[in-house]
T-cell receptor, first 115, second 110 residues
Framework: GAGVSQTPSNKVTEKGKYVELRCDPI?????LYWYRQSLGQGPEFLIY????????DSGLPNDRFFAVRPEGSVSTLKIQRTERGDSAVYLC?????????????FGPGTRLTVL | GDSVTQMEGPVTLSEEAFLTINCTYT??????LFWYVQYPGEGLQLLLK?????DKGSNKGFEATYRKETTSFHLEKGSVQVSDSAVYFC?????????FGEGTQLTVNP
C-alpha cells in the first residue's frame, strides 16, 4: 500500500515569503505528526494531530508556523514570513492512533531552502 | 524535559565486525524506546522498539534492551554488513511525540 507522501519534495523560496507544505498520511491513520530536521541533527517535533484537531502543538517554534488537518486526512504546514533559519527538511509521519506504543511511519520529507 | 543522547559518530567498521551504538535517555515517566534508521536516499523507518523495562527489541540481526536502571537502550549487531551503512537514531516517546537523539552515521566497508 501507499506510504506517507509529501509535496513538494523540494521548495526554494525567498526570505519573507509564505510557503505551504503538504502531507498525505497512510489511509486510515488517525494520528499525524510534523517534525523538522536540520542538517546533522535528529528530527524535532513540531505538532501532532489526532483526527482533525491539534492534540499537541507545543513544538511550533513561533506564531509564523501553523498547521491544519481539516478533514482528518491531508495536512498542510504553513510558514509565514520565512526566515533563513527555517531552512530544513520537514518530515511528516502518521500512525494508526496516537500514543507512545504506536509505530510512526515517515514520509520522504520536504527540503525547504530559504534564500 | 525528555532528551536522548547518542554516542558521537561517525562510526566506521569492517564487514562482519561487532557493532554497538550507545543511547541513554532522560524522561520523567516510563517511555517507549525506539531505534529508527535512515538509509541513503530513503526516509526514516522503524528498526526496533521496546515498550517496557527489560524488553528486548530485535530486527534484521539488530538488538537493543530497555535498561531502566541505567536509562539506556544500546543498539547491537553481531556481524555488520555493507548494507547496514546508514544513519541510526535513538528515540523515546512518553505520549505521542517522538524525541530523537542526534543520530549516528555508520559506514561499513567491505
Amino acid at each position: 500500500g501507499a506510504g506517507v507522501s509529501q509535496t513538494p519534495s523540494n521548495k526554494v523560496t525567498e526570505k519573507g515569503k509564505y510557503v505551504e507544505l503538504r502531507c498525505d498520511p497512510i489511509s486510515g491513520h488517525t494520528a499525524l505528526y510534523w517534525y523538522r530536521q536540520s542538517l546533522g541533527q535528529g528530527p524535532e517535533f513540531l505538532i501532532y494531530f489526532q483526527g482533525t484537531g491539534a492534540a499537541d502543538d507545543s513544538g511550533l517554534p513561533n506564531d509564523r508556523f501553523f498547521a491544519v488537518r481539516p478533514e482528518g486526512s491531508v495536512s498542510t504546514l504553513k510558514i509565514q514570513r520565512t526566515e533563513r533559519g527555517d531552512s530544513a527538511v520537514y518530515l511528516c509521519a502518521s500512525s494508526q492512533v496516537g500514543g507512545k506504543y504506536n509505530e510512526q511511519f515517515f514520509g520522504p520529507g520536504t527540503r525547504l531552502t530559504v534564500l | 524535559g525528555d532528551s536522548v543522547t547518542q554516542m558521537e559518530g561517525p562510526v566506521t567498521l569492517s564487514e562482519e565486525a561487532f557493532l554497538t551504538i550507545n543511547c541513554t535517555y532522560t524522561a520523567t515517566g516510563y517511555p517507549s524506546l525506539f531505534w529508527y534508521v535512515q538509509y541513503p536516499g530513503e526516509g526514516l523507518q522503524l528498526l526496533l522498539k521496546a515498550t517496557k523495562a527489560d524488553d528486548k527489541g530485535s530486527n534484521k540481526g539488530f538488538e537493543a534492551t530497555y535498561r531502566k536502571e541505567t536509562t539506556s537502550f544500546h543498539l547491537e549487531k553481531g556481524s555488520v554488513q555493507v548494507s547496514d551503512s546508514a544513519v541510526y537514531f535513538c528515540a523515546l516517546s512518553e505520549s505521542a511525540r517522538l524525541t530523537f537523539g542526534e543520530g549516528t552515521q555508520l559506514t561499513v566497508n567491505p
